[in-house]
């Protein structure tokens, strides 16, 4: 894994590799402590417009990141998360900073989902990254509660186009914000799962978690 650093100058990122291996450990807790003072600098310096942290959950390494406004982007592994924080460099912002404590309320928030302690998200969000009819969609699965499912053909008809069942299932595979904003909750008119961001594997897990069956 590779890591996102801003440039103090310029404030632009650069890539620098996350394999210390070969450092002493006095070395790396002065390399950790260096980090960190770069972290806060920047945020004091404005610096810092995208904050992203790591998180391990029952479906694999998950990518956080978020903006002042809120979180912007979700990631599952199998997106490439060096791929993701390009793309957010390039959409949203290049000065993106890995700073894990402005992520610490969507981490505990997810831990608790998983744990079947909480069922809804109570997180700003930022849905910068989704537009137009995606942002449409998007708006209305959340009211698809926990435990449940709807069809694409349902959800496409709550939309100003109800025929554009092909079109929701594109604003579900390209959500930028997955699990928190439930699109693996919406399912073919045939009741079988669908295709999903983060693997079918991923979405099975979830609906059955939701449901009770884990």
């Not at 890591?3 to 620098?16: C, K, P, R």
């Not at 998950?62 to 912007?72: D, S």
């Not at 904003?181 to 979830?206: F, M, N, T, W």
Request: aromatic residues 6%.
């Amino acid at each position: 894994m590779e890591q996102h650093f801003v440039d103090s100058e310029t404030g632009s990122t650069a890539l620098v590799p996350a394999d210390f291996a070969s450092l002493t450990r006095d070395e790396s807790t002065a390399l950790d402590r260096l980090t960190e003072l770069f972290r806060s600098a920047a945020a004091g310096a404005g610096l810092l417009d995208v904050a992203y942290r790591i998180v391990d959950s029952p479906v694999g390494a998950l990518l956080l990141a978020g903006t002042e406004r809120g979180l912007v982007r979700v990631a599952f592994a199998r997106e490439g998360h060096d791929a993701v924080l390009e793309s957010l460099a390039t959409t949203v912002s290049p000065r993106v900073l890995l700073a894990p404590s402005r992520l610490d309320a969507a981490a505990r928030e997810l831990d608790e989902y998983f744990a079947r302690q909480r069922q809804d998200f109570d997180l700003a969000l930022d849905f910068q990254l989704a537009a137009g009819f995606r942002r449409e969609v998007l708006a209305h699965l959340p009211d698809i509660g926990y435990g449940h499912t709807a069809s694409y053909a349902t959800v496409a008809a709550l939309t100003s186009s109800p025929r554009a069942v092909r079109a929701v299932g594109t604003a579900c595979a390209r959500n930028p914000l997955p699990l928190v904003v439930p699109c693996h909750r919406v399912i073919r008119s045939d009741g079988s799962q669908g295709a999903y961001v983060g693997g079918v594997e991923a979405k099975a897990l979830l609906l059955a978690l939701e449901s009770g069956a884990q």
